[in-house]
């Protein structure tokens, strides 16, 4: 079965499931798809989509293993604060080079003149989100990945526990049977000289 526990794939299979999903939610077109996307929109999703999966695997490979696992929760907090902060103004800065926020306007209300974005940036809690989402998933994988290692290794050790103490129990019997079997065939000469030829 592909979903068995035991399987080596497994971890694959989930990161796969967890960036298709992540994928999907990425590039899905806005607003269902009822106004035209300009292509540049396509350009700076796909750029936070390699921007998504580059956070997951620095947060699961160097963040977590490094600062986390370590005790050091308020480095390891902080420099998830400064992947979300980064990843968001890059974001914002594709949008500016790509001319989007003046694309979306004509998409959006073709009727009326683009002055500029004159009132300001509009906060994108997309890319927050996303951002959040991808790390989160990252620290859960990770968490749970090592959490079963960790159940794996103590199970190794009480199993290797178990044969060690059944090895020195043997051990210790093995002797002794052999040490009554030598004595009851001695009793045995003494009284039986047939029977202990027999025993022996």
Do not use: C
């Amino acid at each position: 079965m592909l979903l068995n526990p035991n399987r080596k794939n497994l971890p694959l299979v989930i990161h796969l499931l967890a960036w298709a999903l992540i994928s999907g939610l990425v590039l899905m077109p806005p607003f269902g798809g009822r106004i035209a996307v300009p292509d540049q929109y396509w350009i700076k999703q796909w750029v936070l989509l390699a921007l998504l999966i580059s956070s997951f695997y620095l947060n699961a490979k160097v963040l977590i293993p490094k600062l986390l696992f370590k005790n050091h929760t308020l480095w390891y907090l902080a420099s998830i604060a400064a992947v979300v902060v980064a990843i968001y103004w890059t974001i914002q800065g594709v949008e500016s080079w790509l001319g989007l926020p003046e694309l979306w306007h004509k998409a959006v209300r073709p009727d009326k003149k683009w002055d500029g974005g004159g009132r300001g940036r509009r906060f994108d809690s997309f890319t927050l989100l996303y951002s959040l989402l991808s790390l989160g998933a990252s620290t859960s994988l990770t968490m749970v990945q090592k959490w079963q290692k960790d159940a794996r290794i103590r199970e190794q050790l009480e199993q290797e526990k178990v044969t060690s103490e059944l090895s020195f129990l043997k051990a210790q019997i093995n002797p002794h049977f052999f040490f009554n079997t030598l004595n009851n065939i001695y009793a045995l000469t003494m009284l039986d000289v047939e029977h202990a030829r027999e025993a022996l």
